[in-house]
């Protein structure tokens, strides 16, 4: 298919730069035009119910990109009698936040209108700025409609997010991605063949601006196709919803599609990042392998994921299988003497390892318990015949007396205590029962003889 080549065709390139993206001409004018969202927008749904009252207060719009944010709060504002401002934090300062609250005070002391200021990534505002909003958003002087691709409960002040309704937007599901595609279609004058459609569908992961986007390059592609083919748009026969005669095919949207376009924002960093340890400590190598190569597509740290396997390899497999520490510390040497993409590779051994190894977290539960102590309890004294013995003196003191060597002994072990009085009863290490080393270390520590089977 020659779909790739045409995608820096000159006829291409020329249509996209001749208008402004499908996405701004096709943004939403009313609420019943937005699609998705029914949760916050249904007949029941809260910011419908807020609408209808006219009683929105500042509200934070979070959720991925192109779930509709942006457009979310412009029908807000144009749904309200408040004045409307936008800021965006990318590039706005703390001076203009100031003079937005001073005409938002006069406005409403002149006028007796409010204001609403839509603040565009409201998570790029650092503290002083997001500190500079709260006495006007504290006295209602500013509504406030933040937007966000970021978890606010990670990048909103307390003070200013305690202030504010989070309503989160969720992607859109594949029947709301494939109606906006079929809109974009007819407000192009084009036809789609169906597993066009669905291929767009599936590549568009909940995001409604890039499957505008793709669609919009997919036109452009098909127009030129034709073109280059011999076969004028104007003479070819309108296929089932096109006006134009441009029909968009599946090599159109394959070429259309970017496929380095994976969403991954810092939510998406941490959601994944829990998935993919948690698909580790759940014994799953393959959900283990698919997020690994889900946030290396995604350009993450490699440096990060083999600090994470480490820390797996004693929190999740412990003493059940201690050579995976050592796999894993391989695999994170390995990250800086090979370096990606060839440490893909071991980074994919060591998951792998630390997902089929048998696990247990009896030395990670047993350093929280001791620590937990350490922390609340009074510090115990060490016990004297613990103690430095070496200095002269010591043996006066009863440094040392009494301290038995266990190497003296035929099996290396003699029954001493070594912990401080006060905590004799204590047991933090409680070796389990799995299957692995862990279990041999058990049945020796149970055995008569301190010998295992």
């Known amino acids: 298919m ?6 820096f065709s000159a006829a291409a390139e020329e249509r996209l730069r001749a208008r402004s993206p499908l996405a701004d001409r096709m943004r939403p004018t009313t609420l019943d035009d937005v699609v998705g969202q029914e949760h916050l927008l249904g007949e029941q749904g809260p910011l419908r ?39 965006s934090a990318v590039n706005a300062s703390v001076k203009d936040v100031r003079q937005v609250i001073a005409d938002a005070e006069e406005r409403l002391g002149a006028h007796d209108q409010g204001t609403i200021l839509f603040l565009d990534e409201v998570h790029r505002f650092n503290k002083a700025q997001q500190d500079a909003l709260l006495p006007a958003v504290e006295s209602g002087v500013i509504t406030l409609i933040g937007a966000t691709t970021e978890n606010p409960f990670f990048e909103v002040n307390g003070p200013l997010r305690s202030r504010s309704t989070l309503f989160r937007l969720e992607p859109l599901d594949d029947e709301a ?43 452009a592609l098909a127009d030129a196709r034709q073109r280059e083919t011999g076969d004028p748009v104007d003479s070819r026969p309108a296929g089932p919803t096109s006006v134009t005669g441009i029909t968009v095919e599946l090599g159109d949207a394959e070429a259309a599609t970017d496929l380095n376009a994976l969403r991954y924002g810092r939510d998406e ?30 350009g993450e740290d490699p ?29 994170a040497r390995a990250v800086d003497y090979v370096g990606l993409p060839e440490a893909g590779i071991n980074l994919a051994h060591a998951t792998v390892h630390l997902a089929t190894a048998p696990k247990s977290n009896s030395a990670y539960l047993g350093f929280k318990e001791a620590m937990a102590d350490v922390q609340n309890s009074p510090a115990g004294e060490v016990p004297p015949h613990l103690r430095d013995g070496s200095y002269r003196g010591a043996e006066s003191l ?20 070594y912990i401080p009085s006060e905590l004799a009863a204590r047991n933090y290490y409680r070796p389990t029962s799995r299957d ?18």
């Open 2 to 7: 020659s779909g790739a080549p045409n995608l």
């Open 49 to 87: 119910r807020l609408l209808n009252v006219d009683r929105l207060a500042s509200v934070i719009l979070w959720g991925p990109a192109g779930t509709g944010k942006t457009t979310l709060a412009r029908l807000l504002a144009t749904a309200s009698a408040k004045n409307f401002v936008q800021l």
């Open 177 to 219: 991605v494939e109606t906006l595609l079929r809109r974009g279609l007819d407000f192009e004058g084009a036809g789609a063949a169906d597993d066009a459609i669905e291929h767009l569908v599936s590549r568009a992961v909940g995001d409604g601006r890039q499957a505008l986007t793709t669609l919009e390059t997919a036109v």
């Open 269 to 298: 960093h941490y959601d994944v990042i829990s998935a993919f340890i948690k698909s580790i400590r759940g014994s799953d190598p393959d959900a283990a392998l698919y997020w690994l190569a889900r946030m290396i597509t995604a």
């Open 303 to 331: 440096r990060f994921l083999a600090r994470r396997l480490v820390i797996s390899a004693s929190e999740d497999i412990g003493m059940a299988d201690p050579e995976a520490l050592n796999v894993a510390i391989g695999a």
């Open 398 to 417: 009863g440094h040392g007396v009494g301290y038995r060597y266990p190497h003296d002994y035929p099996e290396g072990w003699v029954d001493q205590g």
């Open 436 to 453: 692995g080393v862990e279990d041999w270390i058990r049945r020796r520590d149970t055995t008569p003889s301190g010998e295992a089977d």
